[in-house]
DNA sequence: GCCAACGTTGGC
DNA sequence: GCCAACGTTGGC
C-alpha cells in the first residue's frame, strides 16, 4: 500500500464536502507529472492525505482511501466543462481519475508552516516541489505527519 | 495582489 | 531539440 497528498482547494472542494459526500471522482488532473502517478501507481487501498491550498489555512486536513483505481476522467470529453481537452478522444484519453472516500477530518489543519518547520519533512516532496497536485508521500513522513497531527489538535 | 517557481507552447 | 515567451500555481 502507498501513500499519497492529494491537493484541494477548499473553496471548490476540501474536506468537509469529502465527509459529506463520502465517495468522490478526483478529476481535473491536467498535469502530467501527476496524472503519471495517477495511471501507473495509485491503487485502491492506498491512503491519501487531503491538502488544502490557496485558502486561508494551508495544510493538511485530513485522511482519504483510493476507492477506484485509474480511469479516463470524463470532463475531458466534454465541451461544456473547463477541463475539456479537445486533442484528447475515448481511444486514447490522456487524463485520468481515480475515486476517493472519507476517512478522517483532522481537528485541525496541520499548517503547512508546521510541515516546512519539521526537520523529519524536509524531503516531502510538498517542500520540495510544491506545485505538484498529487504527490507520493513516504510511510515515515506519513507517520511523523500524524503524530503531529495528534499533537496539535 | 505580488511574485517566484515551474510547466507548456511554439518558432526556428 | 532548444529556448524564449507566456501561462498557471500557490504561498505570502
Known sequence: MNYWLFKSEPDEFGIDDLAACKRERWDG?????????????????????IYHSSCKK???AGVARVVAAAYPDPLQFDPDSQYFDPKSSPDNPRWISVDITFVEKF??????ARIKAAP??????????????IQPVQPDEWQVILEMVRQFG
Open 58 to 60: 494551508v495544510g493538511v
Open 120 to 133: 523529519l519533512l524536509a524531503d516531502m516532496v510538498l517542500v520540495k516541489q510544491g506545485r505538484l497536485s
Open 107 to 112: 481537528p485541525n489543519v496541520l499548517p503547512l
Open 29 to 49: 488532473i491536467r498535469n502530467y507529472q501527476a496524472r503519471n502517478l495517477l495511471r501507473d501507481q495509485v491503487a485502491v487501498g492506498d491512503q491519501v492525505l
